[in-house]
Nanobody
Framework: HVQLVESGGGSVQAGGSLRLSCVAS????????MGWFRQAPGKEREGVAA???????RYTDAVKGRFTISKDNAKNILSLQMNSLQPEDTAIYYC?????????????????WGQGTQVTVS
């Protein structure tokens, strides 16, 4: 049984930073493809960043150069460092696992999801 628990969200001013964490159980982060998604009110859930089993990363254009996805294999944690935050980054952020090894940003490729953590930028 895979369980994903996100934390680290909060309210920040534009230009600020946050670091999101996703503690995983029932799965080994180092051998999994995982991703971060976000959903703003009234909008579709969108892929933000993904990392595959080789550590290769992929980002949506809107966050390239500002966000960094990484794994802490020792702690079995997926992280998302978010810098230069803007109001348009406001959303609930979710981590998820992708069983096909694609490193995809398509939510339909993802299977297990966390409950989400709110990020608000003003």
């Amino acid at each position: 049984h895979v369980q994903l628990v996100e934390s680290g969200g909060g309210s920040v001013q534009a230009g600020g930073s946050l670091r999101l964490s996703c503690v995983a159980s029932g799965i080994t982060v180092s051998s999994a493809c995982m991703g971060w998604f976000r959903q703003a009110p009234g909008k579709e859930r969108e892929g933000v960043a993904a990392i595959d089993t080789d550590g290769i990363t992929r980002y949506t254009d809107a966050v390239k150069g500002r966000f960094t996805i990484s794994k802490d294999n020792a702690k079995n944690i997926l992280s998302l460092q978010m810098n230069s935050l803007q109001p348009e980054d406001t959303a609930i952020y979710y981590c998820a696992t992708e069983p096909y090894g694609l490193g995809s940003l398509d939510k339909s490729d993802y299977f297990d999801w966390g409950q989400g953590t709110q990020v608000t930028v003003s």
